[in-house]
């Protein structure tokens, strides 16, 4: 089974603070994501990665940025964590599409809940 | 650009009853993917059920049925003889044909009620 892993389940952080969430997959996926979660909203992209060090930007990536430096890891940071940050973090990972070898299924970690005071 | 419109924000449904939640999606594609993930509780996201909007035949998995109408752009997800487990957010999704981009509606929260 695919195992997709972030770092932690709950996180409080202040106003100001640098934040890094962790997202580790077992399935040597290609691609790696990093959605926010709010109510009445679903899911929304922040940033994406289809290979080692190259990043695309989602529909919300003001005030993120994000690492790959391995295959396995894609790591989401916060320089500076405000108030409207405060979410549901999800990390998904899939393979790179092949035409119809591959439906793009995504497979999700349990995700974070950051709470910023 | 895709959208994905979930317009049933809850639902609920008895026990061992049929539910239908609804689900439209806007794109010009001809080919691409469709998705119902469900996400329990504090509990992760897992896939329910996949169409590929080629296939003309609806996709069923178990309990799970989608009823897929590609000319009207919808696809809907039925569960039949719902169990307390079904109880959770159900979030549509879709895939273009050319990139990795999923797009997903809002979600509905589904109650299963004894």
């Keep these: 089974d695919v195992k997709v892993t972030q770092s932690s389940r709950y996180l409080v952080k202040r106003t100001g603070e640098k934040v890094f969430l962790e997202c580790v997959q077992d399935m040597d996926h290609e691609n790696m994501f990093w959605y926010r979660q709010d109510p009445g909203l679903g899911l929304r992209l922040i940033y994406f990665s289809y290979d080692v060090k190259m990043k695309e930007k989602g529909d919300i990536p003001e005030g993120y940025s994000v690492s790959r430096e391995k295959k396995e890891r894609f790591s989401l940071i916060l320089e500076s964590a405000s108030t409207n940050q405060t979410s549901m973090y999800l990390c998904a990972s899939s393979l790179w599409r092949l035409a119809e070898s591959n439906t793009g299924e995504l497979f999700f970690g349990e995700g974070s809940r950051l709470t910023v005071l | ?114």
Excluded: H
């Design chain 2, 1 to 114: 650009a895709q959208t994905v419109t979930q317009s049933q924000p809850e639902m609920s449904v008895q026990e061992a009853e049929t539910v239908t939640l609804s689900c439209t999606y806007d794109t010009s594609e001809n080919n691409y993917y469709l998705f119902w993930y469900k996400q329990p509780p504090s509990r992760q996201m897992i896939l329910v059920i996949r169409q590929e909007a080629y296939k003309q035949q609806n996709a069923t998995e178990n309990r799970f049925s989608v009823n897929f109408q590609k000319a009207a752009k919808s696809f809907s997800l039925k569960i039949s003889d719902s169990q307390l487990g079904d109880t959770a957010m159900y979030f549509c999704a879709f895939i273009p044909p050319v990139n990795n981009d999923m797009r997903f509606g809002a979600g509905t929260r589904l109650t299963v009620k004894p």
